[in-house]
Structure formats: structure tokens, C-alpha cells
């Protein structure tokens, strides 16, 4: 039972413009939200994340959008940088240690 | 250098062996974690220890056994493993409170021969 979704495997973007990496989610009890970067032969690091009672949370260049009646969450990267490129994971958690990960989506920047 | 260690980072292993893998954290968290990554998959929760405690046991097999000595140290054990228990096994941790993000290691690739 996949509670969270990435349902785009892989994303290609232009340095300068925006990235936009989109996650669902079907566990309406999930109040925390966030987003992990991963580059090859490293664990997950944390980038950002949201509570349930904000629809946006921004640090720097990285700012993410929660649509809780849609069961939605977006992150948004402007300007992008080459070394963005990495796995990025969305997770949700119910208030507890059970934190839900998305199948990961692959950004590249190309210069 | 993260503020979790995992060793060893790569390990082959026959069905009939068994090894173990290590984690520690100089974090100061009290809440510690052992997920499986298989490819193209979402990370799938293992194990959770909360002050020692196991927490969750996400219907993980037997041939997983994990143990929790203190706060920050983790260990998997891994005996007659199958070869679709390959993977990428990350630990992380966690100060175990309330809506707060996991630290990761850097993992374990393990293959099961």
C-alpha cells in the first residue's frame, strides 16, 4: 500500500529556470510533510519540510506547497543549479515514527 | 562526514551466512531507524527503537533481526537471507519526538549471492 506517490521518475530542467518536483499522498491522517535530497553513494539528507496547519514553507531557494484537499505537495527550486541534480524524496508522517517515502524523483540540471 | 555511521558500506554474502550490520549516531538522538531500499522502490520502514525500546516492526522477516544496545548504536542482524533481500539498507535517526525529519547513514549495499 504506497501511501505517498512520485509519479514522475525523472525530471530535466534548464540552469536558471524553475524545478518543480510533485508528491501525493492518500493517508489523510499525515501532518508532517518533507523533502530529502539524495546523491549517489550518500544517504537521504533533509532539505525542507511543512506541517499540516501551512499551505507553504520557504528556505532560500527551496519553498514548498501543501495542498491538503488535493492531497498534494509540490517543491519548487528557483533558480536551479547544476548541483541540484539528485534524487529527490518526499515523506509524510501521521504524528509518529511510521515516515511514509515516495519512490524518489531524479532532477537534472543542465548547465 | 555525517552524524551517522553505517559499516560496512558494501557486502556480499552467501544464503547461509550471517553478518550484521552496524550503525552509530553521535547525534545525541534517542530514536533509531532501519530502512531497506530496493530499486526504483520507496524506502520501506523496517524497524524503530524509541530509548531502546522497539517501536515498530513493519512485518519484516525473521532473517532480520535487529538489536538496539543503547541510544546510539543499531545493529541488523542477517541470517539466511534471499537473494531478492538485496539492497540498499540505510539507518537513520531521529531526537524521537513529534514531526521531526531523519538523519540518514549513508547505507549498507547488500548483495545476497
Known amino acids: 500500500d504506497q501511501q505517498v506517490k512520485q509519479n514522475s521518475p525523472s525530471l530535466s530542467v534548464q540552469e536558471g529556470r524553475i524545478s518543480i518536483l510533485n508528491c501525493d499522498y492518500t493517508?489523510?491522517?499525515?501532518?508532517?510533510f518533507l523533502w530529502y535530497k539524495k546523491y549517489p553513494a550518500e544517504g537521504p539528507t533533509f532539505l525542507i519540510s511543512?506541517?499540516?496547519?501551512?499551505d507553504k514553507n520557504e528556505d532560500g531557494r527551496f519553498t514548498v506547497f501543501l495542498n491538503k484537499s488535493a492531497k498534494h505537495l509540490s517543491l519548487h527550486i528557483v533558480p536551479s543549479q547544476p548541483g541540484d541534480s539528485a534524487v529527490y524524496f518526499c515523506?509524510?508522517?501521521?504524528?509518529?515514527?511510521?515516515?511514509?517515502f515516495g519512490a524518489g524523483t531524479r532532477l537534472t540540471v543542465k548547465p | 562526514e555525517t552524524g551517522v555511521t553505517q559499516t560496512p558500506r558494501h557486502l556480499v554474502m552467501g544464503m547461509t551466512n550471517k553478518k550484521s550490520l552496524k550503525c552509530e549516531q553521535h547525534?545525541?538522538?534517542?530514536?533509531m531507524y532501519w530502512y531497506k531500499q530496493s530499486a526504483k522502490k520507496p524506502l520501506e520502514l523496517m524497524f524503530v527503537?524509541?530509548?531502546?525500546?522497539?517501536?515498530e516492526n513493519n512485518s519484516v522477516p525473521s532473517r532480520f533481526s535487529p538489536e538496539c544496545p543503547n541510544s546510539s548504536h543499531l545493529f541488523l542482524h542477517l541470517h539466511t537471507l534471499q537473494p531478492e533481500d538485496s539492497a540498499l539498507y540505510l539507518c537513520?535517526?531521529?531526537?524521537?519526538?513529534?514531526?521531526?525529519?531523519?538523519?540518514f547513514g549513508n547505507g549498507t549495499r547488500l548483495t545476497v549471492t
Open positions: 537513520a535517526s531521529s531526537p524521537g519526538g513529534l514531526n521531526s525529519p531523519l538523519h
Open positions: 515523506a509524510a508522517s501521521a504524528g509518529n515514527n511510521d515516515m511514509r
Open positions: 493517508n489523510s491522517m499525515f501532518d508532517y
Open positions: 547525534l545525541g538522538h534517542n530514536a
Open positions: 511543512i506541517s499540516s496547519i501551512k
Open positions: 527503537y524509541n530509548f531502546k525500546e522497539q517501536t
